[in-house]
């Protein structure tokens, strides 16, 4: 986690999946000010979710700020993805709150949830051969590029 590096500007938009049956993950703060702190995971409903962030709906009561990172335990399938973020929109619902997190993921991290994220849009929309194969070019981008890292 350390080296890695929120999305900036200068990179393409990933394609967003909004979500049609639901899928809950656990956040929790892991580091204020750099700092590893320990908190408690809550459930919250993941409304969107892209290789870059996801956004969630839920009841707890987050600051818009860069000074901490959030930790999210997401299931897909039968993968756990352990991922950390930072929140970077807040929107007011009428008894909830949805919020904006942009994904610190390092790249074999990455790879793992373009699979994950590919299983849930085969899931959602079988008949959406242009997206699929969108998500199968980024995979095999990944897996290329890292074997190019390696010595």
Known sequence: MQNAKPLSGKNRHPVRLHL???????IGIS????????SRLRKV????ISTGG?????????????????????????TVHQLYGQIIWRKPLEYLTEYGIAFIVPPSSKR????SLNHILLQQSPQQHKIHKMY????????????????
């Open 31 to 38: 580091q204020v000010r750099g700092q590893p702190v320990q």
């Open 112 to 115: 793992s949830l373009i699979y």
């Open 20 to 26: 049609t049956n639901g899928l809950i993950a656990q």
């Open 136 to 151: 199968q070019q980024m995979n095999a981008a990944y897996y290329s590029l890292d074997s190019r890292r390696i010595p």
């Open 54 to 78: 996801m956004a969630v709906v839920t009841i707890l009561d987050f600051p818009v700020t860069l000074q901490y990172v959030v930790q999210i335990q997401l299931e897909i399938g039968h």
């Open 45 to 48: 409903v993941v409304s969107h």
